[in-house]
């Protein structure tokens, strides 16, 4: 990691008395591009809102480039990008004048910063007279992307950019990410995908306003130690309850074609199998395999209960 | 009525015209009873249109759709009692308790005041909420809400149950554990039909379909699928079809 660019330290919020962030600490390097991973309702939002000083912490305290988020709030805001979960922008402008009035309100211009919202803003640019609001999903990131970006940001949020969003998207949304990770922009954004970890230099795996682990993706895979095995079958929903029944089995879920297994003992693959056929009376294929961060975050998940 | 066979989905040229513009073009096929059927595609292909005409909502402009027997165009009223939908959007009433969200809703089938108590009674115990009963709904964890929100779209045991990308934002556990009770529905008979971004879930469909510029460009079992266009994955199938315009 870089110098720290983001210092959170012990950052709290609670409604009355429900807390939806328990202590929230960690750093984030210059020009790093750090993933706030997790599910809906784990305190994702919450913690970006802090962070982009339209919320208040109840405790703790954040600094961005030493700029505290309360105190320094006004200077603050004129340095960080944020593109909000909701699509925010004004639906009955059209595209052209959505962007010249964000690069209006930082007191610049369109021209000046072009070339940093160029290769997102050039694939909308056909459409600059059409109303945001009759735009497609992936066109209206892309607008709100290069609202975000006009006044040349230090730092970009992004809450949920892909959310609802088709796989396509999804992919064009990540190279345009790292494009400007290359521009040495420090980039904290959040997402429900677990794949999209792996996109990531670091991750924070938030659930239920905590977190439960920060590393980069490698690290946290490699940290996986339970014996993990896929297991296909005909038969997939019925193999998948005869699996949790055996005794051997501490979990085992759906993943795409295969279900994910893993076991208390470490055990050959070829005996598990042959375990599997004996007790299901299907035929089955079992193979030991490396996990992926989605076995990991649901481990800890578990861990964590 | 129109019925006598084994599909449950009987959709038939389909295609639906706002002005110029073509949302949903031509489109053909079937689903069987009992199938978990995956209708994928990226946004703004035309599925939300296309689900709307399948559940009464919207009406075509050209061609025909059976949906559990019934004519979407000529019997909406008679589609709509006959399927469960359980939209993109969260649609429970949070300000209202579990038990009286699924009374309301038993109650707008017109399941009978008696047969309503039962149904709370085993529902609630198939989602081992029993201890949830009183609880308003607003305050229920995401996946919770998701979960009941199905249970309830299947209160008055439509053959049919059209999912609207049911898992958005849930947790992998949970999302896992929403996916087993479609696993579950399924085995039983009833027929399901959903939509997702999350790929790993066209896996676990029966068979699926995929729209590009309101056309379904493929439609086969997952495996199929992969084969077919030689990956090893359906988000690669579906990267495939829909960038290659």
New interface residues.
């Given amino acids: 990691m870089n110098k720290a660019y983001v210092n959170i330290k012990n950052i709290s919020k609670s409604y009355g008395e429900i807390e939806v962030l328990t202590k929230i600490s960690f750093s984030v390097g210059e020009g790093e591009l750090f993933g706030l991973i997790g599910p809906d309702g784990g305190g994702k939002t919450t913690l970006i809102r802090i962070l982009v000083t339209l919320l208040k912490p109840t405790e703790g305290t954040a600094k961005i480039n030493g700029l505290d988020v309360v105190k320094d709030f006004k200077k603050l805001r004129t340095r960080i990008g944020y593109m909000p979960g909701r699509f925010s922008l004004y639906e009955d402008l059209t595209v052209e004048e959505n962007l010249k009035f964000f690069a209006t309100i930082f007191k610049t211009t369109i021209k000046e910063n072009y070339y940093l919202i160029e290769d997102i803003y050039s694939q909308i640019e056909p459409f600059k007279n059409r109303r945001a609001g009759n735009l497609s999903g992936g066109m209206k990131q892309k607008l709100a992307l290069s609202c975000a970006l006009i006044h040349k940001p230090d730092i970009l949020f992004l809450d949920e950019p892909t959310t609802g969003i088709d796989a396509v998207s999804r992919v064009e949304l990540w190279d345009m990410l790292k494009k400007l990770k290359e521009q040495n922009l420090t980039i904290l954004v959040s997402t429900p995908y677990m794949d999209e970890a792996n996109l990531c230099d670091r991750v924070a795996f938030m659930q239920k306003g905590k977190i439960m682990e920060i590393n980069p993706p490698a690290t946290i895979i490699e940290e996986f130690d339970e014996p993990l095995y896929s297991v296909k079958g005909d038969d997939f929903y019925h193999l998948l309850l005869q699996l949790r029944q055996m005794k051997i089995t501490k979990t085992a879920f759906p993943f795409g074609d295969s279900i994910h297994l893993t076991t208390f003992d470490n055990i050959d693959f070829r005996e598990l199998n042959g375990m599997i056929e004996s007790k299901t009376g299907m035929k089955t294929e079992t193979q030991k395999i490396k996990a992926n961060i989605e076995d990991c975050f649901m481990a800890r998940m578990i861990d964590t209960k | 009525m129109e019925r006598g066979n084994n599909y449950i989905v009987e959709v038939d040229n389909l295609t639906k015209k706002f002005g110029d513009f073509v949302a949903v073009d031509n489109i053909s096929f079937k689903v069987k009873k009992g199938e978990i059927f995956g209708f994928l595609?990226?946004?703004?292909?035309g599925k939300t249109t296309a689900m709307k005409m399948l559940t009464g909502l919207l009406s075509p402009s050209a061609g025909k759709a059976l949906v559990a027997g019934w004519n979407v165009e000529k019997n909406p009223e008679k589609v709509k009692l006959n399927i469960g939908y359980m939209s993109q959007k969260f649609s429970l009433y949070d300000d209202m308790r579990v038990n009286e969200n699924i009374r309301l809703y038993a109650g707008i089938y017109k399941i009978s005041g008696k047969e309503i108590k039962t149904k709370i009674n085993i529902l609630l115990e198939e989602l081992k909420m029993q201890d949830l009963r009183k609880k308003l709904v607003g305050d229920l964890?995401?996946?919770w809400k998701q979960k009941l929100a199905f249970a309830i779209a299947m209160v008055h045991d439509p053959p049919v149950v059209f999912l609207d990308?049911p898992t958005?934002?849930?947790?992998?556990?949970?999302r896992?554990q929403f996916?087993?009770m479609i696993?579950?529905a399924?085995?039983g008979g009833t027929t399901i039909f959903v939509t997702t971004?999350?790929?790993?879930e066209a896996?676990?469909c029966t068979r699926a379909s995929i729209m590009v510029d309101g056309q379904i460009k493929a439609l086969d079992t997952?495996?199929n699928l992969k084969k077919s266009f030689e990956v090893d994955?359906?988000?690669e199938v579906?990267?495939k079809l829909?960038?290659g315009k």
């Fill in positions: 595609g990226a946004n703004g292909a964890p995401l996946g990308e958005s934002g849930v947790d992998p556990i949970t896992r996916w087993e696993y579950k399924s085995s971004h999350y790929l790993d896996e676990y997952p495996e994955n359906m988000q579906f990267l829909a960038r």
